[in-house]
């Protein structure tokens, strides 16, 4: 399954909630990448200037990593891309890798989702430094402020969370990603969910989508 949708959609959440009750394997592009930048690797070093600046990282580089990602997953379970394919170059590439593997994409939800929601749940989005638990300061508040209710360590605030980088990462998913909804339609593969929603009721129409599959 792929998600899509702008940042801050709530796609992170949803495949999370979807790994933990419907043993999906969760593969997010951008925590595998912020964790290449963490640990200060080859590819981590290429990519932090983009990720900072709310740009696109380089669609060899992202290729790559996400198809020896998959690769990796094939025998173990299905999977969620989530962050994967961003532009129709990585949608192609991807699509010709599956066949090679004789895999195919099953679905493809569209998060569709306002600008308001999005600025609103980017600004407001904590992240736990050692575990990776995602809360919101307003819709999903720690129980105690800035320590991580599943592991006690820190919160922290994505640096690409700024009002200012939220604006360059909306324009970038408008002008190079948003072209994939017609692409995937054109499939017959993409299904649409209402990203506005609060996080349960998104999950509900995920699972009724998954239901009728
Ligand atoms: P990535 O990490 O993929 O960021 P993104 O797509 O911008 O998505 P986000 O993680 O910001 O949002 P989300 O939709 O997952 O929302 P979340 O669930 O966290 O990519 C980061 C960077 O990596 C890119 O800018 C790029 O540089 C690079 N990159 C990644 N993939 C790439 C690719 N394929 N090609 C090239 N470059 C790539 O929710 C947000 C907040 O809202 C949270 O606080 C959450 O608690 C809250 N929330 C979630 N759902 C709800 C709800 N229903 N109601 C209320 N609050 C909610």
Do not use: W
Not at 49 to 76: C, H, Q, R, S
Not at 82 to 106: C, H, M, S, W
Not at 151 to 171: A, N, V
Not at 201 to 207: D, G, H, I, N, P
């Amino acid at each position: 399954m792929v998600l899509l949708g702008p940042p801050g959609a709530g796609k992170g959440t949803q495949a999370v909630m979807l790994a933990e009750k419907k043993n999906f394997l969760h593969l997010s592009t951008g925590d595998i990448l912020r964790e290449n930048v963490k640990r200060n690797t080859d590819i981590g070093k290429k990519v932090k200037v983009f990720m900072e600046k709310g740009e696109l990282v380089p669609d060899d580089i992202v290729i790559e990593m996400m198809l020896d990602t998959i690769k990796n997953a094939k025998a173990k379970k299905d999977f969620i891309l989530d962050g994967f394919p961003r532009t129709v170059y990585q949608a192609k590439k991807l699509d010709a890798e599956l066949n090679k593997l004789k895999l195919a994409i099953d679905m493809v939800v569209y998060f569709k989702t306002g600008i308001e929601t999005v600025i609103l749940r980017l600004t407001g989005r904590r992240l736990c430094s050692k575990c990776g638990a995602n809360y919101h300061i307003v819709n999903m508040p720690p129980k105690k402020q800035g320590v991580c209710d599943k592991c006690g360590s820190e919160l922290y605030q994505r640096k690409d969370d700024s009002e200012e980088t939220i604006k360059k990462r909306l324009e970038v998913y408008n002008s190079q990603t948003k072209e994939l909804i017609d692409y995937y339609k054109a499939q017959g593969i993409l299904e649409e969910v209402s990203g506005d929603l609060e996080a349960g009721a998104v999950y509900s129409e995920l699972t009724k989508i998954l239901n009728t599959r």
